[in-house]
């Protein structure tokens, strides 16, 4: 057959006949040369995926001398719509490689480059992967390791598919503390499990990095966090630096803000405790409030900055109504405690009583009318918005008094 009758049978508006054109093509000497380019984009632009396989048929006659020039076609149809045909591209893919090593890291970063892109179907991530990894395992294998974090870390399915697949043949030392830590919260189980496992297989490394290894906690799903809360629970107190407390502390996640107060309560050295309520300050949970009042001690709020910023706090907490008696009996009690013991922090905590003695709640108005009259007692002379009024002084009761009806 001429190449000419070839090309005219091709360019039939019949699926049929242009696939006849094509398999008589394959019968003919020309082979795939007897067509002119612009019959081969029109081939990979048909919507037809059994012209589009003849096609490659066409072109797996050729042998691996004369394939080459066919290189970006092969990768077209590797990289287009049709599992069918991406499948039946992938042996040509694999020869082009084997028979021109330099051609492979072009081959490689172009179907790479498909990934990062909006697939034609759901399948075209699984092929292409497979298509990677089979025809192209050394390319894979030489990815630097800042392709493969930007592989993981893409929002594109089909990248994120890639990273997953090749991340298990990479050792976690080639991988940062940080990295690995967020890789905890990775949407692929296998990424998660390689991360877990790295945690275990060194201990040592990880708590040395203590403020990046504990950004484990960050993850959403459920078998990350069990994993995190079991493995750092083993953490002598010195691996809890106020860094990686605060890292934990910051969340706003109550499973892991659970998990914040019981190493708070077990973990927080006292020389540290200033600077982690000075966080827990800015906390939006009332939770870490209700903690709050736990470390309040002197030595916590011992500067005049931390105690500056804790009175509006306070304020927040001791207003409350109906609610947070736990910490507002805490509160009260430590506020009271250092107004009693300095005086220019009772000046500064006054508003705040005499505010406290209009309360809606008869308790906390009890105590802060109570509270006043201590600071008066303990700080003479200090402007006290209380006025102390001397008990009535009344005569004896004759006994030929009459009595009230109320007092029978």
């Known amino acids: ?241 106020p860094g990686a407390l605060a890292v934990v502390t910051d969340s706003v996640k109550p499973e892991v803000l659970a998990f914040a107060r019981h190493l708070l309560r077990s973990r927080l050295r006292p020389e540290d405790a200033e600077g982690q309520v000075l966080r827990l300050l800015e906390h939006p949970a009332p939770s870490m409030h209700l903690l709050l009042t736990e470390l309040l001690t002197e030595q916590a709020v011992a500067s005049e900055a931390a105690f500056v910023r804790l009175i509006p706090l306070a304020r927040i907490v001791m207003l409350q109504v109906l609610r947070g008696r736990v910490a507002k009996d805490r509160m009260a009690t430590f506020l009271r405690a250092e107004a009693l013991r300095s005086r220019a922090r009772a000046e500064a905590l006054l508003p705040l009583f005499a505010d406290l003695t209009l309360s809606g709640t008869a308790r906390d108005r009890s105590a802060a009318i109570l509270a006043l009259r201590d600071i008066a007692e303990a700080h003479p002379g200090l402007a006290v918005p209380l006025v102390r009024r001397p008990p009535e002084v009344r005569g004896p009761i004759s006994p030929s008094a009459p009595v009230s009806e109320g007092a029978r």
């Open 1 to 241: 057959m001429q190449p000419e009758t070839a090309a005219a049978l091709i360019a039939h508006p019949a699926a049929a006949v242009r696939s006849a054109g094509l398999a008589l093509l394959a019968q003919s000497p020309a082979g795939a040369d007897g067509l002119p380019p612009e019959s081969w984009d029109a081939l990979i632009g048909t919507g037809s995926e059994d012209i589009r396989i003849a096609a490659l048929v066409l072109l797996a006659r050729l042998d691996d001398a004369r394939l080459g020039p066919y290189a970006e076609r092969i990768v077209a149809f590797a990289s287009g719509p049709g599992s069918a045909v991406r499948q039946a591209a992938r042996p040509l893919v694999a020869r082009l490689a084997a028979a021109d090593p330099g051609l492979a890291p072009r081959l490689a970063r172009e179907l790479i480059g498909s990934l990062f892109r909006a697939a034609p179907d759901d399948a075209y991530a699984a092929d292409v992967v497979a298509l990677l990894r089979e025809a192209l395992p050394g390319e894979c294998a030489a990815l630097d390791d800042g392709t493969l974090w930007r592989l993981l870390q893409a929002r594109a399915d089909g990248a994120r598919r890639l990273g997953a697949a090749l991340l298990p043949d990479r050792h976690p030392a080639a991988i940062s503390v940080r990295q690995i830590a967020r890789l905890g919260g990775h949407p692929y189980r296998a990424v998660r499990d390689w991360a877990m496992a790295a945690f275990a297989a060194d201990p040592a490394r990880f708590q040395a990095a203590a403020a990046e290894a504990v950004l484990l906690v960050e993850s959403d799903w459920p078998d990350t966090l069990a994993f995190a809360r079991s493995f750092f629970e083993t953490w002598p107190e010195a691996a809890w630096t």
